[in-house]
Each structure stands twice: as C-alpha cells, then as structure tokens.
C-alpha cells in the first residue's frame, strides 16, 4: 500500500512537471511571519517548501470556461478569479486568503510552493474534496483539515496540526521542531509516523478502536505504563520534549523510527 501512494505521489509530480508548456503559474511575494489560508479549493494539492520569499501556485489540467461564457464572469463562488489559474487571492497585513473561484478549479492539480519562514493552513473539510494533500520538504507551521481524503508528508520539521476524518495520516518527520507541539488525528483511517531516534518528545498515543505499533524506546513512568490492551499510552522519547499526539479512532497508530 506505501508503495502504491509513493507511485502515485511520483505520478502526481511527473505530470506538474511534463505538463509545463501547458502549467499556469500565480507568484505573490509573502513577508516573513507570513500567513497563507487555503480552503473550498477542491482539486488535487501538493505542498512543498523552499527557501524562498513567494508562493508560487503552478496548476495543470485546469480547463478553460465553456466557450459561450466568454464576456462573463462565474458565479461559482463568493470571490473571482483573480489569479488566472482558477483561484482567488485578497492579502492584508500579509495573511493571504486563497479559494477556489471556478468550477473548473476541481478538476485541477495544484502545487504550491512556500516558503519556509511562514505558516500555511489547509481546510479540505467540504464533502466535495475527495484529493489527498501531499506534502513535502516543509520547514515552516501547517494546519491541515480534510474530510474524504488523506494527508501524505515527507520530511516535516513541524509545528503540525494535521487532521483527517475518513482517510490515512501517513508521513516522515526530517526533524522535530521543538517550540510547539505536532498534533496527527484520523478518525477513520491510521495514523502511520516515522521519527528520527533521536527525537525528544512527550508522547500521547491513542485509539479508541485498534492497536498501537512501535518500534521506538519509549520511556514509561510507573503510573503512565499502558493498560492491557494499549488504547491510551503516554511516555517519553529521549527523556522527554516537545508534545505529539497520534490520535485515530477506528483504526491503527503506527510509530516507527526513521
């Protein structure tokens, strides 16, 4: 099953990238401490982090309004397109919102490039987005929230939020940031995280529904030692650091060391 995601992640970037002659392209500088808020954007997402001081949103796919409509604007959403790339863009105070603002936007795939030195947050949670969001090579703070979808990340540093409700949370973490804590839910699908061995960190696992996997030295207190049956477990990771949650309901926690 890794092996299928890690092709289709492949796939998905390949076709960014052979579909360049055709790919639309929206850059907008973002200032430090900046803030990017994504939500209703209901195509496939990619995430990936760089050095940086812009957003750059590449899209391919995306295909053009009904020939008839030429003259006209859509009414698909609260906002216009104002990006060319199927998207609306507003900023103040260098917080930027962005929306989907077509139609055609759905069927689309977008990749989006942040720079490291801001915090980005994804809200997914429509019963209409059905894509997994991927990320990858990401320094800075992520939010992500999605309903019928997975989330899929590689090399994170945190601070992370992410959340799903029918899908997989399955990811790598290059290194852990240790001033805020990383938070990985699913309710109906597994929570799978590798982390390097050396991490410290104060670990809260819990599932309501499955089991528990490690292949980490978890540290335990007397009082903290899992019950039989293993739903709840609190330790410590290299005497103890940043708080992580793993959280699922229905299935498996997995917490491997990378």
Same mark, same amino acid.
């Given at each position: 099953?890794?092996?299928?995601?890690?092709?289709?992640?492949?796939?998905?970037?390949?076709?960014?990238?052979?579909?360049?002659?055709?790919?639309?392209?929206?850059?907008?500088?973002?200032?430090?401490?900046?803030?990017?808020?994504?939500?209703?954007?209901?195509?496939?997402?990619?995430?990936?982090?760089?050095?940086?001081?812009?957003?750059?949103?590449?899209?391919?796919?995306?295909?053009?309004?009904?020939?008839? +409509?030429?003259?006209?604007?859509?009414?698909?959403? +609260?906002?216009?397109?104002?990006?060319?790339?199927?998207?609306?863009?507003?900023?103040?105070?260098n917080a930027f919102e962005i929306t989907g603002?077509?139609?055609?936007?759905?069927? +689309?795939?977008?990749?989006?490039?942040?720079?490291?030195?801001?915090?980005?947050?994804?809200?997914?949670?429509?019963?209409?987005?059905?894509?997994?969001?991927?990320?990858?090579?990401?320094?800075?703070?992520?939010?992500?929230?999605?309903?019928?979808?997975?989330?899929?990340?590689?090399?994170?540093?945190?601070?992370?939020?992410?959340?799903?409700?029918?899908?997989?949370?399955?990811?790598?973490?290059?290194?852990?940031?240790?001033?805020?804590?990383?938070?990985?839910?699913?309710?109906?699908?597994?929570?799978?995280?590798?982390?390097?061995?050396?991490?410290?960190?104060?670990?809260?696992?819990?599932?309501?529904?499955?089991?528990?996997?490690?292949?980490?030295?978890?540290?335990?207190?007397?009082?903290?030692?899992?019950?039989?049956g293993g739903r709840k477990v609190k330790g410590?990771?290299?005497?103890?650091?940043?708080?992580?949650?793993?959280?699922?309901?229905?299935?498996?926690?997995?917490?491997?060391?990378?």
């Open positions: 099953m890794k092996t299928i995601k890690k092709i289709i992640i492949a796939l998905f970037i390949g076709l960014l990238s052979l579909a360049g002659i055709n790919a639309q392209e929206y850059k907008v500088s973002v200032g430090p401490s900046g803030k990017i808020m994504v939500n209703n954007l209901y195509g496939e997402i990619l995430i990936e982090g760089h050095s940086g001081s812009e957003l750059i949103i590449t899209v391919a796919g995306l295909k053009s309004a009904p020939e008839r +409509a030429d003259g006209l604007r859509s009414l698909y959403g +609260a906002r216009n397109d104002n990006t060319g790339i199927g998207l609306s863009v507003t900023e103040e105070n603002a077509t139609r055609q936007a759905e069927d +689309a795939k977008y990749k989006f490039l942040v720079p490291n030195n801001v915090s980005i947050s994804f809200d997914c949670s429509s019963p209409f987005a059905d894509e997994d969001i991927i990320i990858k090579d990401y320094s800075g703070e992520i939010e992500a929230k999605i309903l019928n979808g997975g989330i899929e990340f590689e090399n994170l540093t945190g601070p992370a939020v992410l959340y799903a409700i029918n899908g997989d949370v399955i990811g790598t973490f290059l290194t852990v940031n240790q001033e805020n804590p990383i938070s990985i839910t699913s309710v109906n699908g597994d929570v799978d995280v590798s982390l390097p061995s050396d991490t410290k960190a104060d670990l809260k696992l819990s599932s309501v529904n499955g089991e528990i996997f490690t292949d980490m030295d978890i540290e335990f207190d007397e009082d903290e030692m899992p019950r039989i410590k990771l290299n005497g103890g650091g940043v708080d992580i949650h793993l959280i699922t309901i229905n299935e498996n926690i997995y917490l491997r060391k990378k």
